[in-house]
DNA sequence: AAAGATTGACGCATCAATCTTA
DNA sequence: TAAGATTGATGCGTCAATCTTT
């Protein structure tokens, strides 16, 4: 992509189609308004954010309870700056607890505790309802297996964007 | 749904399928992750946030560049008390103004200045370049409209659930 | 009474700078 | 020198309360 495309008179772009805006609406929908259910859904019920619910479930599911800080951003889908905010109030409410990994003093490994086990088991159901109510149920299986597919595809193009110096 | 299921035992709860729970992740990966990219490039190229954006580019395409601030929110996928704030700002900048409805005076109405519509002119071609490179080239065409199709589906069932109390 | 809109306080995300270990 | 992690200031989003117009 050359610089003068990038910055150029409008003449120069390459504008979506119909069709391509119509795709991009779509999906932009479901990006930007799905989060917001969710997160109320867990405000009201659990008072957690859906932020600190995905680093709570994520900690229940893996082996021991415990995950490397750098891990569990990517699982959780923030950076590592974002979780290390959040993980010290979830310190201080007690739901996990941060130790600098024995075997190499620059990783920090979070441990979900005993009572941070007990909020996710209480949250779980609520929040999978709501994604089966909101993603799952609308969607037929065919549409579901496309779903699955798209996004391994946007995955690969939103890492590359985000990784390397985004140039765009 | 009962109550009894919603704060349930794990017995009681319909868990995700391994399919289900596959789709649920990439289109989790998407929704969380896609904003963050588009934000940036904005920022850094027009010093503009993606919802500013949004803002000024459904402005831009409205008849006589005016719309409604409760029909502005919709389209910029926000609510209306951050649609508010935000055009604050943007007054401030010059780029839009606001005047009430003379028809109807609970209507505001906001207006793309001349300033305004220079920043949106501006702004666009990074904003689709991104846009194209992100979401509509990793994708087939077949990917795109089933895209397309499964982005209404979800429409419905999000707007459900923010309009209605949203029970779960 | 209800719809449209605004306001401001509070809480969180972001970003750059910093620190530590390897 | 680089990777992992943390910190704190700044700015924005959210939410409840409020105001205006119909």
Redesign the pocket.
Known sequence: VSRATKRGAAADVHWLSPQEAEAWQALALVAFQLA?PL??QL?RDSEL?L?EYLILSQLSMAPGRTL????L?VLAF????????????LEQRGWLS?E??PD??????AVLTKAGWRVVQDAAPGHVEAVRHLVIEPLTEAQLRALTEIGKRLQKSIQDTTTRAPDL
């Open positions: 917001g997160d109320s405000q954010t932020f490397r800080m750098s891990e951003a923030g950076s590592l700056s974002r979780l290390s905010n959040v993980a010290k109030r941060r600098p990994d190499n003093g620059r990783y920090t490994r």
